[in-house]
């Protein structure tokens, strides 16, 4: 008999983070997070999400185990502003059974259907911030610390139940010792001089920080028209300042701004953390932290995070600058792979700009809905 229960408690919260750790314990391809970064993001009283969003979480339970869990959501900005009348899910991890699927997605029915709501969608997270989706292939490839690693039947299952594709995600990665410069090097001074740009580097966190507010604005300027984008507001600004900005190399944020500075493109690449992270195995200390660190200095790879432009300049060729100043950094640094994180196979303005990287996709990934 499966029986499901809300987490509530720091144990019952506590088990739910772990049941993700003896699900994956064999598996070499999943990382995970840090605990107590993860129990944080669940926390009503430090995570800004839950001003304007309601998320319960459920453990489901066979034979008194842990079997499955799920959170469901509801982003009230998505459903009043946006008018999008959806219920989410997200952070979902199963064993191979079917019933205990069905038995937690029930959960999120009936969230939706106390609030009259219209669809349910997911694995997706609070904000476009979080993790996305189920993998669909790429099951053999190495995850990294902005994704959620899953096992192939866990789409089997949601097929099997109803649910639907929404949106399907693209992750790629490219060979830095086969890119040609030349081209977005030549473009980057000729875009420079044409519309009267300039680049912002940096190499201290500190001088970072009065430029990350309008950052957000402009990424909320960017994706504005993308159907499933809700804007991050004032309060999440603030938190994710202080939870990621500081974690990241300061000369892998970029920043390009016009003759009166106003910013006009962004972004932020991270280090490869994906084997720190297994070293860790979810502790910063006694050596997680330790290993991060190195991560941070010394990794091979960077992961692409974030890149953002201003509607007006988005033809302008203006990520030419951006391809420029990180080829002069991953250079010096010896980076030999760059990765790129989920994106939506919808966003051909995304999809263009790798065109002359000879990308190859790794992995795809997906969301599932179904109406109420």
């Known amino acids: 008999m499966i029986t499901i229960k809300e987490a509530k408690s720091k144990k019952e919260m506590k088990d739910y983070v772990m049941f993700s750790f003896e699900l994956y314990k064999d598996n070499p391809y999943w990382i995970p997070p840090i605990i107590a970064e993860e129990l944080e993001t669940f926390d ?165 920080m009065p430029y990350v507010d309008k950052m957000f604005d402009l990424f909320n300027d960017t994706y504005a028209k993308l159907q499933s984008f809700v804007a991050i507001n004032d309060i999440q600004k603030e938190y994710f300042k202080k939870k990621y900005i500081s974690f990241i190399n300061p000369e892998f944020i970029k920043f390009i701004v016009d003759k009166d500075d106003k910013m006009i493109a962004f972004a932020i690449v991270m280090p490869g953390f994906s084997e720190a992270l297994k070293k860790a195995n979810g502790k910063l200390f006694p050596f997680g932290f330790y290993h991060l660190l190195q991560a941070r200095k010394n990794s091979k790879e960077v992961v692409f995070y974030l890149i953002g432009v201003a509607p007006e300049y988005q033809s302008k060729g203006v990520t030419a600058i951006i391809f420029d100043e990180y ?45 109420l």
Request: hydrophobic share 35%; charged share 30%; aromatic share 12%.
């Open 44 to 208: 009503r009283d430090k995570n800004p999400a839950f001003k304007n969003a309601e998320a319960y979480f459920y453990l489901a339970y066979k034979d008194n185990k842990i079997v499955g869990k799920l959170a469901a959501i509801i982003n009230w900005d998505e459903v009043k502003i946006l008018g999008k009348s959806k219920v989410r899910f997200g952070w979902f991890d199963v064993i191979d059974d079917i019933e205990v699927t069905k038995a937690l997605l029930e959960k999120v029915y009936e969230l939706g259907n106390k609030h009259n709501l219209e669809m349910v969608e997911g694995p997706i997270g609070f904000s476009n911030l979080d993790k996305v989706g189920v993998l669909v292939n790429g099951f053999d490839q190495m995850g990294n610390m902005v994704t959620w690693y899953s096992l192939p039947y866990y789409k089997d299952h949601f097929e099997k139940l109803g649910l639907t594709k929404e949106k399907e995600y693209i992750e790629s990665d490219f060979s830095f010792s086969n890119i040609n410069p030349e081209p977005f090097q030549k473009a980057s001074a000729l875009i420079k001089k044409r519309y009267e740009l300039r680049s912002l580097n940096f190499t201290k966190t500190k001088d970072i």
């Open 327 to 371: 080829y002069t950094v991953c250079q010096a640094k010896g980076i030999e792979t760059c990765i790129r994180t989920p994106e939506l196979e919808e966003n051909t303005a995304i999809q263009n700009l790798w065109k002359n990287f000879n990308s190859k996709i790794t992995k795809r990934r997906r969301t599932y809905s179904k109406k």
